[in-house]
């Protein structure tokens, strides 16, 4: 039996994403979820259906106890149906044991089989991804609706069981009284017309609670990674407050949500109790008539005792359920966003030529440091993304390639997008710097190096071992701008694109910076967005924008000479970079 158990309870640890038909809605999701893992449902089914009509054998047992023994004078029987009854309380609590650490084990797969499709398809969207949803639905589907549709799956055991085990007792009670019978057998209609309405009502309230719940889980998240911001400019009270003010309104919605909740929950136990006392009513009238027997009064009671069970979980998983399609609506939706995919019929290495973006007129030449520099920085940023392909198929060319005929693999692995943004993970320094890469020591203290972090690491404990916090939020903004760079230098790409690589640093450590990247990328392209009069110099091309489009190019020098606006541009820059250096 053991033997028997283990097998149908092993499932392949291979894992697969979902189809598309699998996201097609939130019950073809939990099919997906359920067929993931068939055999372990089987055995779910199968013990929750043997738990569950085992529960209808000791008041049978202890009907014949009462005729065969009591009422008959009987000792010798009396003892032998109590240790029948004895036997089948153990049997049952074996096989409740059994029943619940399989559904736990059912529950627990499908949480991490929907966590790990929601991480990879993430991870698939990449850098498009805070465009399309904000980080505080993300954690939400990957926390509450992933629990809650793991949740649903227990219809799958003891729900199964409960529709077996209801109609056992039926059958059983037709047996001793037709009519019996037939007062069980009407309580299921009544049962979703009294339930249903509330089922529906918690879908309908659920989908707004949720809508907030991602709401609020986004300002929190932007509370957290802001705080040091906050401190700085003394705005946290203002913030604390319209916090608790969405949190109050999250409140208001949960209430609206728990109120049909409740009546489900109290007609989970009102109902059967009422079943109860119909059933034993009508039971004693028919026996006081001689229609039935005394043992048969027990057992009438016992197995109406007994219906409690599954008349609960009848109603409780028809509130998972109806709480389960909000959140698979969610990850579904989540699941179903677009990625742009390669098309396999056009796919082209490009060699070293230039970078052009038709959009703004800017041509960045193969192996040069060249500097974007515009009045308002977010002009600049959008050409670094066109050019990394971040909207997908802006039109942009790599020598003379159209970007959306490239691999996206190979697009990925030759050109890095280094945002001055991007997350840090937690994990050691050697995991963050390496990222998907294998490690190499030598490489990543060169890296580091490169973006003048060797004292970063030195100051830690640990060195290359030592733990960062997620987010990096136990470095300074200059220290995590560093490791940031020093990632993207390890990644050794043709072209880095890198947004403000210098921008939280000091002078000194900026001229070091810029003059070690310069070497270390000698004859690859670069491309930074900058304003420092510092980056500028050094850069062997400067394309200036106006308005999003490309103004003037050239050197540094040959700029400041035929360029007006350049040199003021430049000359508000140097004022800055002077208070810098007072600074320090």
């Known amino acids: 039996m053991g033997r028997v158990r283990e097998w149908l309870d092993r499932t392949p640890e291979t894992w697969a994403p979902p189809a598309a038909g699998d996201l097609a809605g939130p019950f073809r999701f939990m099919y997906w979820l359920v067929r993931s893992q068939s055999r372990r449902v089987v055995l779910g089914a199968v013990l929750g259906t043997c738990w569950t009509v085992g529960l209808a054998v000791p008041p049978w047992v202890l009907a014949r106890a009462v005729d065969e023994g009591l009422v008959a004078g009987d000792t010798a029987a009396l003892v032998g149906w109590a240790l029948v009854l004895l036997a089948i309380t153990v049997l049952n609590a074996l096989l409740g044991i059994a029943r ?152 208001g919605h949960g209430y609206r949500v728990a109120g049909p909740t409740s009546w489900v929950g109290a007609l989970s136990g009102g109902l059967p109790a009422l079943f109860l006392a119909a059933v034993v009513w009508l039971s004693a009238r028919m026996a006081a008539a001689g229609t039935i027997t005394i043992g048969d009064v027990v057992a009438v009671y016992g197995y109406v005792a007994v219906l409690v069970v599954p008349v609960a979980f009848f109603i409780e998983g028809g509130s998972d359920i109806a709480r389960a399609r909000v959140a698979g609506r969610r990850i579904i939706d989540l699941l179903n966003l677009p990625v742009a995919e390669d098309d396999h019929d056009v796919v082209t290495t490009p060699g070293s030529g230039p970078l052009a973006d038709p959009v703004s007129g800017v041509i960045v030449r193969p192996g040069l440091l060249t500097a974007l520099v515009a009045t308002q920085s977010a002009e600049a940023i959008a050409v670094v993304e066109r050019l990394g392909n971040l909207p997908a198929d802006a039109g942009t060319t790599w020598a003379g390639v159209r970007i959306a005929d490239v691999a996206r693999e190979e697009f990925r692995r030759r050109l890095v997008v280094a945002d001055n943004d991007a997350e840090v993970f937690a994990g050691t320094v050697r995991d963050i710097v390496t990222g998907r890469l294998e490690p190499d020591d030598s490489r990543i203290r060169a890296a580091l190096r490169v973006a003048v972090a060797e004292d970063v690491v030195e100051a830690l404990p640990d060195g290359l071992d030592a733990e960062i916090a997620a987010g990096g939020s136990d470095l300074s903004g200059g220290q995590r701008q560093r490791i940031r760079l020093a990632r993207a230098v390890y990644a050794a790409p043709d072209v880095l694109l890198a947004v403000e690589p210098t ?79 007072a600074d320090e």
């Not at 398809?121 to 589907?141: N, P, Y």
């Not at 000698?522 to 490309?550: C, H």
């Open 100 to 251: 619940h650490r399989t559904m736990t084990k059912i529950r627990m797969d499908a949480s991490f089989r929907s966590v790990r499709a929601t991480v990879w398809h993430t991870s698939r969207l990449g850098a498009s991804l805070t465009r399309r949803v904000s980080a505080g639905e993300v954690v939400t589907v990957g926390i509450s609706d992933v629990y809650t549709v793991a949740q649903a799956l227990t219809v799958t055991g003891p729900g199964v069981g409960a529709v077996i085990a209801y109609a056992v007792v039926a059958f059983v009670l037709f047996t001793i009284s037709p009519l019996l019978a037939a007062v069980i057998l009407a309580g299921v209609p009544l049962l979703a017309v009294a339930v249903g309405p509330f089922l529906h009502r918690i879908e309908r309230t659920g989908g707004e609670y949720r809508v907030h719940q991602g709401r609020l889980t986004t300002r929190l998240v932007d509370v957290l990674a802001g705080l040091r911001v906050l401190n700085g400019l003394g705005g946290k009270a203002f913030v604390a407050e319209r916090y608790g003010q969405e949190s109050q309104s999250l409140v």
């Open 503 to 581: 921008s939280a640093v000091d002078a000194n450590t900026e001229a070091a910076m810029i003059d070690r990247i310069r070497e270390a990328r000698r004859d690859l392209t670069t491309v930074v967005t900058t304003t420092s009069p510092l980056v500028l110099d050094r850069a062997d091309e400067v394309i200036v924008l106006v308005d999003g489009k490309v103004s003037a190019a050239g050197t540094h020098t040959e700029l400041l000479r035929g360029d007006s606006s350049y040199r003021a541009l430049v000359s508000r820059a140097q004022d800055g970079l002077d208070d810098r250096t």
